[in-house]
DNA sequence: CATAATTTTGACCATATGGTTAAACTAATT
DNA sequence: AATTAGTTTAACCATATGGTCAAAATTATG
């Protein structure tokens, strides 16, 4: 291994354990020297290849963001229609979710906590242009297929509908679920189907 | 306004001030200083009423918890039909959000991050019996008026609906509403007749 | 009014934490 | 092999923070 190689080995190590403590502590519980250990480095090394704490949170949360926020962007662009985009949405965001169901809560908690740090780089990474799926809502709306309705409605609701669950799954496996961990995965496996079904159902005339 | 009754009135002050800083900043970025200042006394006094931080922090947590949980229990147990009760929880919850915006996340949070504290809590504090409405639901689909479902999906998706976008409004202002916050609070209002709509529209076989 | 009990305060303490520095070590370059 | 540049470390520093304490101020009690 050469010296750039082994250099970059090592940042990856730190951003893996960065992301680690980063989303399950927050800014504000995460410690340096935690994430050090956690990449098996000391503390001064640490400080050399991120000169700060808020440059390497910086540096995750962005990722996160980057992980998150986008992929809903293509889905709503892509040629699909409009009831295969949700059911696509449900699908991908469940599965990403069930692989880092901590992310989301790590994102919006750090953007009510910390706004400071988030003016600029929502700008770039928090959009999406709903454009498309809305023409394609309309235009369904105008042909009778389905009743009339606020497409932002409908879209918060998918979003919500994927993404909560997870956020509260300490409350619901106890209060639903008798702390059954495999009834929670089968739940969701459910849901991946209930989801697109119950804004199906609803919005289609008949 | 005796000794006793300042006493009380300081605590109150202490409590309020305690909840504005833990429910915005949560317990690691909280500070007990500040805590002090919001309340216009000095720390050692803060510490006199309330031994340490995390007696203080377990009293805002329980009472957050205690005014957000129990709440839907009383309705899933009342009288009313099923989607009078769907109804009804959408119209309180909302409600309650838009006064109390960061107190879910700030449960979620807590709870994903400080598991220690909240072992025995949530046996008390975080149950809910959902054996009435579950037969209510099984009742009106053996009657063949709404399609076979898992209440526990209707549920999570009904309180997924109401508490997320509050989670979530930092990134959805921006998203969908252009900053706008006229306009969000009009999508709040609506949101109170879409969930159910979206949800009777769904089940009802017609 | 005098004494006891309670409440409030400023000063203080121990520790944790983000960050720095100078020296040691390693690897590339000549 | 000698020099240089880059990497890693241990020791340190300044500050923030939760928490304590003894004295002062206030309030209740005999």
Redesign the interface.
Same mark, same amino acid.
């Given at each position: 291994m050469t010296a750039k190689e082994k250099d970059q080995q090592i940042e990856v190590t730190i951003l893996n354990a960065a992301r680690k403590v980063f989303v399950?502590? #927050?800014?504000? #519980?995460a410690r340096m020297q935690e994430i050090a250990d956690e990449a098996g480095i000391n503390k001064a090394l640490l400080h050399y290849y991120f000169r700060n704490k808020e440059k390497l949170f910086l540096a995750i949360f962005v990722e996160a963001l980057e992980s998150f926020?986008p992929k809903i962007g293509e889905i709503l662009q892509d040629n699909s229609s409009l009831f295969e985009k949700i059911e696509k949405i449900t699908e991908v965001y469940i599965n990403m979710l069930k692989l880092n169901p901590?992310v989301p809560?790590f994102?919006?908690?750090e953007? !009510?906590?910390h706004?400071e740090f988030f003016i600029d780089i929502?700008q770039n990474k #928090? #959009?999406?242009r709903?454009m498309k799926v809305m023409e394609q809502l309309q235009k369904e709306v105008n042909e009778g297929k389905i009743?009339p309705?606020?497409f932002? !409605?409908v879209?918060?609701?998918v979003?919500?509908?994927c993404?909560?669950?997870f956020?509260?799954k300490?409350?619901?496996l106890?209060?639903?679920?008798n702390n059954d961990e495999a009834a929670w995965d089968i739940?969701l496996e459910?849901?991946k189907k209930?989801?697109p !079904?119950?804004?199906?159902?609803?919005?289609k005339v008949?």
């Open positions: 399950q502590k #927050g800014y504000d #519980g926020i901590y809560m994102i919006l908690h953007l !009510q906590n706004p929502l #928090g #959009g999406i709903p009743r309705v606020d932002r !409605q879209f918060v609701s979003i919500s509908m993404i909560f669950p956020a509260a300490p409350l619901l106890g209060m639903l679920f739940f459910e849901r209930f989801i !079904q119950l804004i199906k159902e609803s919005l008949k």
